[in-house]
């Protein structure tokens, strides 16, 4: 039996969607047991808890094999830090008073660095804090989303324009929710090997402006990168009903990323997905 938290979510749902193909039991957690409704028809048992109740989340892991967890974003967070530590502390706990054998955790690129990288200081500190529960540990480093295009897909597909933070390029690692999930549910089948790092990506490096070609391809019309400044971060992700303080964080991970220091550390192993970038985009088209 594995308990996947997040199945309501991108990565949660294939970890769920790979483990049932196989034949796997599951217990899906969640927040609501109304969204779990549909897994317990397809056969898993469901546990309702969130991951900052360390008491609903302990019985939700107990007699598993093992479990993923993952930090879920909050975009209205005026504590980003403060919270993220409050839920890293509740999942530790809930872990060892369940005896958890195995925790799968999704970390990101650049989680092995202690600043310098916005949001990924809450999986840099999850690390940390994980690494001294004395329970195997696998740390999911995932590249940057695939899906995190999604936003600006409309404005690719209405005025063929890609705006991007990044510049047009700017060659960065990325990977779809599909092969990140894919991989989670791997480890966990792999079961518990001490302390284990596995740095994923997709196949294929790519520039937004690769992004752009792929899109022109799939669409049938020009779609140019447009980039836009560092100092438009803020403002623009306000506007879509962000707080402040998780728009400031998050334009300190663009500037992380254009100046190189949101790296790999390239001392674990490194796995590339199977799903090309166009072929991801395709999908999320669809
Ligand atoms: N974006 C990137 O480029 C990137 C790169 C590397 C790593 N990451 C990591 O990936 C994470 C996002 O993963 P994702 O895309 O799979 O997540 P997602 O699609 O945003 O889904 C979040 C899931 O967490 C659940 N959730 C939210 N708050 C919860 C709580 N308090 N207790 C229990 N469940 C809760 C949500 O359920 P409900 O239906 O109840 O809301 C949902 O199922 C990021 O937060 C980051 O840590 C991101």
Known sequence: MYAIAGVTGHTGTVV???????????RVIVRDEHKGASWRDRGAEMAVASLDDDVALAGALRGTQGAYVLLPPDATTTDFFGSRARMIDAIGRAAVRAGLP???????????????HGPIG???????SFEQLGMATTFVRAAYFLENYGAVLPA??????LPSFLPAHFTHAVATTTDIGRT???ALLDGPRGRRVI?????????PADVAAALTELLGRSVKVIEAPLDAVVP?????GMSPHMAEIYRQMY????GGGVTWEATGERVRGSIEVKEGLRAMLS
């Open 184 to 186: 989670a549910a791997q």
């Open 236 to 240: 623009t992700f306000v506007s879509f």
């Open 102 to 116: 195995h925790l799968v955790f999704l970390s990101s690129i650049g989680a092995h660095l202690p600043k310098g």
């Open 255 to 258: 500037e992380g990323f254009i």
């Open 199 to 207: 740095e994923l990506s997709g196949p294929t490096d790519v520039t």
């Open 156 to 161: 690719a597909k209405q005025d063929g324009v």
């Open 122 to 128: 809450a999986p840099y500190l999850a690390e940390r």
């Open 16 to 26: 769920a969607d790979s483990l049932l193909a196989r034949g796997e039991p599951i």
